[in-house]
């Protein structure tokens, strides 16, 4: 099976502008995960959709935002950038995200804010 | 204010030796745990989990320990090899769906 897929690798934007970025999760799972990791913060979760639905939410600001479709594949949006979200932005997908529902990453969008 | 990075604790073993990473969690609900290994420039990879009922769990050259009482999770890796450097991160869930809370790290260095 192929991994968790993640586009783009790269990407870098200024300030005020918005971003989507995109995961395509292993084949079967339903669960999309989202995280940001910081030299400062450490990994940190965002949000969790499963059937299209957001079903956990971090403490982070409503200019983070996501959805799921119904091929499982979902995107992640920030609107309004700061430099602060400067970070590498991983997903992760699972069968179900129930408890003991391994979650898989991927390789992770690396966004840099000017 | 200045944003100051997490200070990674660092763990430096030579090629051959056991490793033993450690990880306190902090949510006495969390039921399961997992370890991940992270390489430079990719995304973190599933290592070995282990559920609550259970307080230790072995794969291939890996062991995870569970200690409830004092919250407390290591990962012992045998015979330690120079592809094994990297940071590891335990990881908690407390029955929230698909939600993990990551603990800061370890950065494992092996000395050929």
Redesign the interface.
Known sequence: KAG?TQTPRYLIKTRGQQVTLSCSPISGHR???W?QQT???????LF?Y?SETQ??K?NFPGRFSGRQFSNSRSEMNVSTLEL?DSALY?C?S?FS????????????TRLLVL | GESVGLHLPTLSVQEGDNSIINCAYSNSASDYFIWYKQESGKGPQFIIDIRSNMDKRQGQRVTVLLNKTVKHLSLQIAATQPGDSAVYFCAENDNQGGKLIFGQGTELSVKP
């Open positions: 968790v669960s999309v995960s995280y030299p400062g913060q450490g990994l940190q979760f969790e499963f079903r956990n971090g602060g991983l992760a699972s995200g129930d408890r003991g529902g391994t979650q898989y990453f991927g390789p992770g």
